[in-house]
């Protein structure tokens, strides 16, 4: 078994990818498989923490190895709306919280209550009109409570190192966490695979992990950079 350097921790995490509805049988979504933030919730718990894991639309395959884990308390979500009740329910009793989630930045206006027929409207595609959701993360830090610890992610498609770093260093300016995990997406890198390469920032902008390989291993480095935050008062 690992150090139980985390003992006793309450954590809040939150993985996977909201789902918006269009109408009851479609959705607008995002191709995050949650295999990172489960990895997280699980090599916490492993090291003592006590973690609720917000799922969202995660599979169960991923999930599995965490269910068994006896620190780990699933909740599932659905939509950005339902993460943000949750994740606001959930705040108060954490002293970590980890935003590993996708949560859509928009959703549907008015999401039809019947399902949308294409020969109810013979050859005119319809307009979907979209409205901003808030964003969680930053209603979290503002709502924080004393030495609460908050990690955000930024999943970015950059053309070089150079930029990630420059494009991690403004999103930590607009979202005021303590912590910031980078990374790299594409087509083929990032959400769906087993394995990831993160950055991590800090509050003042430096690189204080640089770590990769597979999601369980990074979990392990940027919880080394949670427990760093919390200094040696963790109880
Ligand atoms: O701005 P961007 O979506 O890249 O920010 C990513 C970070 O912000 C992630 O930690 C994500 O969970 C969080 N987020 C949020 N609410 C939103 C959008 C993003 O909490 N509406």
Redesign the pocket.
């Known amino acids: 078994a690992p150090e139980q350097d985390l003992a006793g921790l309450r954590m809040l995490v939150?993985a996977g990818g909201t789902r918006e509805p269009i109408d009851p049988v479609r959705y607008l979504g995002n191709r995050s498989s949650g295999r990172q933030g489960a990895a997280v919730a699980a090599a916490a718990a492993l090291r003592g923490a006590k973690v609720v894991l917000l799922a969202a639309n995660i599979d169960e395959s991923v999930l599995a190895g965490v269910r068994e884990l006896a620190g780990v308390r699933i909740v599932p979500v659905g939509t950005?709306a339902e993460l943000e009740e949750a994740a606001r329910a959930a705040a108060a009793g954490a002293r970590a919280i980890v935003?590993?989630?996708?949560?859509?930045?928009y959703r549907i206006a008015a999401p039809a209550d019947h399902k949308i027929r294409k020969e109810d409207a013979p050859g005119q595609a319809p307009t979907l009109t979209l409205v901003e959701?808030?964003?969680?993360?930053?209603?979290?830090v503002r709502d924080r409570i004393a030495d609460q610890i908050i990690?955000?992610?930024?999943?970015?498609t950059v053309e070089s190192e150079d930029e990630l770093l420059e494009r991690g260093l403004r999103?930590l300016a607009?979202?005021g966490v303590d912590l910031l995990a980078v990374n790299a997406v594409g087509w083929e890198t990032g959400f769906e695979s087993g394995e990831n390469e993160l950055l991590v920032l800090d509050a003042d902008g430096h690189v204080v992990t640089r770590t990769a390989g597979s999601k369980r291993q990074v979990a392990d480095r940027l919880l080394d950079a949670v427990r760093e935050e919390l200094r040696d008062d963790l109880t």
């Open positions: 939150t950005a935003m590993a989630a996708a949560v859509a930045d959701n808030p964003d969680i993360l930053v209603g979290l990690v955000g992610f930024a999943a970015e999103k607009r979202k």
